[in-house]
Nanobody, 120 residues
Framework: QVRLVESGGGLVQAGGSMRLSCAAS????????MGWYRQAPGKQRELVAT??????TNYAYSVKGRFTISRDNAKSVYLQINSLKPEDTAVYYC???????????????WGQGTQVTVSS
């Protein structure tokens, strides 16, 4: 059983900042890359940022320079969000490519999501 739990969402004014956290727990043998995704009302889920086990990062064009993804250990990932805009309003999901045994077979797991609302 693997769980990803996000925290840190809420309501913030445009121009403000927020830090999202995600912690993975359970029967984890290895974690490859982790990432943040978001889904706005009426839209498909989209990639925000990813980070590999080696620390390489990748960002959606719309968030480059404002969002920063980081990891402080193998099981936690963070998203620092600065200069928030109303269009950043969405449910933010944490995801991770995780192996639960020495078979080295990775599956992608998702958190339950955390709401970020940016007021203008």
């Amino acid at each position: 059983q693997v769980r990803l739990v996000e925290s840190g969402g809420g309501l913030v004014q445009a121009g403000g900042s927020m830090r999202l956290s995600c912690a993975a727990s359970g029967s984890i043998f290895s974690i490859n890359h982790m990432g943040w995704y978001r889904q706005a009302p009426g839209k498909q889920r989209e990639l925000v940022a990813t980070i590999t086990s080696g620390g390489s990062t990748n960002y959606a064009y719309s968030v480059k320079g404002r969002f920063t993804i980081s990891r402080d250990n193998a099981k936690s990932v963070y998203l620092q969000i600065n200069s928030l805009k109303p269009e950043d309003t969405a449910v933010y999901y944490c995801g991770g490519s995780i192996a639960t045994s020495t078979s080295n077979i990775f599956s992608y797991y998702w958190g339950q999501g955390t709401q970020v609302t940016v007021s203008s």
